[in-house]
């Protein structure tokens, strides 16, 4: 099993900024985000695997960035340049290829009011 512990979100301004954080009990092959919005499903925003690839969203290419802490067990996400659709219930997500399954954070709201 896999503890995720997530931190940040809130309430930010069209264009302004904000740090999403999640520390993993333990390194697995894929770290990151989704975020989902009311009665849509659930979609990825940045992913990082074990080789330090990084996948992002079509929607939030160059203003969002996924970095690792220096412990590697750590993901954050700095989101830049936020627009009032970013507005959703994001989730620490990661992936574990031995246990063949996905975990979840318990979900951080963020608003972007315009």
């Known amino acids: 099993q896999v503890q995720l512990v997530e931190s940040g979100g809130g309430l930010v301004q069209s264009g302004g900024s904000m740090t999403l954080s999640c520390i993993f009990s333990?390194?697995?092959?894929?770290m990151g985000w989704h975020r989902q919005t009311p009665g849509n499903e659930r979609e990825l925003v940045a992913v990082i695997n074990y080789s330090d690839r990084i996948d992002y969203a079509d929607s939030v290419k160059g203003r969002f960035t996924l970095s690792r802490g220096s412990a590697r067990n750590t993901v954050h996400l700095q989101m830049n340049n936020l627009k009032p659709e970013d507005s959703a219930v994001y989730y620490c997500?990661?992936?574990?290829?031995?246990?063949?399954?996905?975990?979840w954070g318990q979900g951080t709201q963020v608003t972007v009011s315009s």
């Open positions: 333990r390194t697995i092959y894929k």
């Open positions: 997500y990661g992936y574990s290829d031995n246990a063949g399954k996905a975990f």
